[in-house]
DNA sequence: ATTTTCTGTTTACAAGCGTAGTCTTGACAA
DNA sequence: TTGTCAAGACTACGCTTGTAAACAGAAAAT
């Protein structure tokens, strides 16, 4: 039984994404830690972040801990199996499952930094050992 | 003024792409032309379609033109306008607006086929001169 | 011991989406 | 000419999302 990549029907939401991106960079954290790290981007306010997490924790992606009077809250999928799932659904629904045509759109409008070339060139150069 | 990429506020959704697709490779299309390509493939009947095609009309995505007694439905936003703009979407939110890591992930996952490895590989050699 | 202060839970609510039924009108056939 | 049919317009409705307030319980402070 390989280990469940992402629950099934269970989507995160994009103003969820922003709650999980700050878990996985540090974790666990407290939703008012939480709070300080993404309301003043997103100008929201404790009360939504506590729904996005509570969201989270009933879609099962993120879990918590008891720490004496409050929660902590850690995520439960890893940042590069979301990651993953999105860039294929992308790929799938945009390419055709193709890589090769999102690589193309992207090189078409200047989306690629000189940086970006270099390095996807050397991974390109690294996999073909 | 270069031309409106695609309108302000006004999101595409994942069903109505759908439809979007079916004009793109073909126009212009009525209604029940457009269920005819992607009702079976979704499990959609009419009244969705006609739906669909209203909720594009109305955020100017898709035109329309009298012909006889009914309408015929057409794009009005170039399809790689919109793929370009939810890729970019896509890599500004997961990646930082890096596609680098982008082209990793897809790389270690094994979601590049090695057509698509020497697809990318002579883009990279062109995109070099 | 009581009040204040956190923190999590519950509830709310408008907008967007997926999905579809009904209404209306005009063309066409009989 | 009138009934039928097809096409668009309008309406509907439950679910998710974004955003947040109200409530409840417990710990901390006084």
């Given at each position: 039984m390989a280990k469940r990549k992402q629950a099934p029907g269970?989507?995160?939401s994009e103003a969820e994404h922003a709650v999980?991106?700050?878990l996985w960079?540090?974790?666990p954290l407290s939703a008012?830690?939480?709070?300080?790290?993404?309301?003043?981007?997103?100008?929201?306010?404790i009360?939504?972040?506590?729904t996005l997490l509570g969201r989270l924790v009933s879609k099962g992606a993120v879990?918590?801990?008891?720490?004496?009077?409050?929660?902590?809250?850690h995520p439960l999928i890893?940042?590069?199996?979301?990651?993953?799932?999105?860039?294929?659904?992308l790929v799938n629904r945009l390419f055709g499952g193709r890589a090769a045509p999102l690589f193309a759109h992207l090189a078409e409008n200047e989306a690629l930094t000189d940086a970006d070339l270099e390095e996807i060139e050397a991974l390109l150069k690294?996999?073909?050992k």
């Open positions: 269970e989507r995160i999980m991106e700050a960079t540090e974790n008012a830690d939480v709070c300080d790290r993404v309301c003043a981007a997103n100008d929201w306010s009360p939504t972040v506590k879990g918590t801990e008891p720490e004496g009077r409050r929660f902590l809250y890893e940042r590069s199996d979301y990651v993953g799932g999105e860039s294929r659904r690294e996999m073909r």
